[in-house]
């Protein structure tokens, strides 16, 4: 009987009807004879969970496919296809199927008793040299090159629910403002997003947000909302009203008028003090402050997606291709944590990727199959000898 291997079952957790109709629209294979868009996605995602770290080694790779191309219906691509695909192949259909295994993350999270908690953030990917200077150059800032990665962590699964790449010099407030907002959803951010009216749209929407508050802020304490020294390690806890009416840049304070909460927490060491600001009036203030403790955890993604998928070395130069391979680790790693979920595997995904890049070939039905039948002869055999004795 036939088993399909490990890769095929990981391909399946992809909407493969939304993928085509994202290929129609964008008409990514429009005038293509031989490769197709979906050759070049499951190439890439081989690339990207067997840590190819060139386009040689990626096209050497992409020949494994070549006894498996049926069922999987992807072919194999030669190292000058593979190279041309990049240059000129359409993102948008890898940037589709994305936002919806993204959806599937937060609808999960939904559908569970636990509160669903975003961590908002940004992480710059560096492109700076002769190779990528052509089309960075003109986005540079004063910090980084190249482009930036916007990203809603989902706190309790760390997998995100929202991605878009833009080009570095795109400010984290102004993606931020195209971000949609979902009711019940705990928002926590730094104070990069720094903005009364996106705050009061938050607030407008049912849900609740948590960062830090400015030092020239220009609040009016209110009244105090929890007596001093009844929490450990927080040092006030208070109501305060925004006194600015007008904004900066004259555009009116949305938010004036209103009641948010100010909360100052205690930092050992010689560290200043931090101090919170949120329309969150129900938690205590040290679930707060253990809210904002959490955004750390957006950290670490940045630092496990750049250490542990392709986003170092790079098959193409040009920012299509670059585009390409960023969509392509996004949706490798989505899979990978969709599979380890489907899979009930233990440990942390980054050793469930590492042992799954040396089994994609395998077909884990035959194995289990193949177990079964050895372990039905041994028992065959011990039967056999107790009745010679």
């Given at each position: ?128 040299g002769p190779r990528f200077d052509d089309w960075t150059l ?202 380890r979920r489907h899979s009930c595997a233990t440990g942390s ?41």
């Open positions: 009987m036939f088993s399909p291997i490990r890769l095929s079952h990981i391909l399946q957790f992809i909407p493969r009807a939304a993928f085509n109709a994202a290929v129609k629209q964008s008409q990514a294979d429009r005038y293509v004879k031989k490769v197709s868009s979906w050759d070049l996605l499951v190439t890439l995602l081989l690339g990207q969970l067997t840590q190819a770290r060139s386009l040689r080694s990626l096209a050497v790779t992409s020949q494994a496919l070549q006894p498996h191309r049926y069922h999987l219906n992807a072919n194999s691509l030669s190292r000058s296809t593979l190279s041309d695909a990049l240059q000129k192949r359409s993102p948008e259909p890898l940037k589709a199927v994305c936002q919806l295994l993204l959806t599937q993350v937060g609808r999960k999270q939904r559908r569970s008793i636990a509160p669903m908690i975003s961590l908002i953030d940004s992480t710059c990917i560096t492109l700076r003109a986005t540079k800032t004063r910090i980084t090159q190249g482009l930036k990665i916007h990203v809603g962590l989902d706190a309790q699964q760390l997998a995100p629910t929202y991605v878009n790449v833009t080009p570095a010099n795109l400010n984290d407030l102004s993606d931020a403002l195209q971000m949609p907002i979902e009711a019940g959803v705990t928002y926590v951010f730094d104070k990069g997003y720094c903005d009364y009216n996106w705050w009061h749209r938050i607030d407008q929407a049912g849900s609740v947000f948590v960062t830090r508050l400015k030092k020239n802020a220009n609040v009016a304490r209110i009244r105090e909302l929890t007596k001093t020294g009844t929490e450990p390690g927080i040092e006030s806890d208070e109501v305060v009203r925004f006194n600015k009416k007008i904004l900066n840049t004259k555009r009116p304070n949305r938010y004036f008028g209103q009641d948010v909460r100010r909360i100052r927490v205690n930092r050992d060491g010689d560290k200043p003090d931090l101090i919170l600001i949120t329309n969150d009036f129900k938690r205590s203030a040290q679930q707060i402050a253990a809210l904002y403790k959490q955004r750390w955890q957006i950290e670490l993604f940045f630092k496990w997606i750049k250490q542990h998928l392709k986003l170092k070395h790079y098959f193409g130069c040009s920012e299509n291709a670059v585009r390409l391979q960023i969509y392509s680790a996004l949706l490798a790693f989505l899979l990978l944590h969709a599979y995904i980054y050793e469930f990727a590492t042992q799954l890049a040396y089994s994609l070939f395998e077909r884990p039905a035959a194995m289990l199959k193949a177990a079964e039948r050895r372990r039905n002869q041994a028992k065959l055999r011990i039967a056999m000898g107790s009745l010679q004795l």
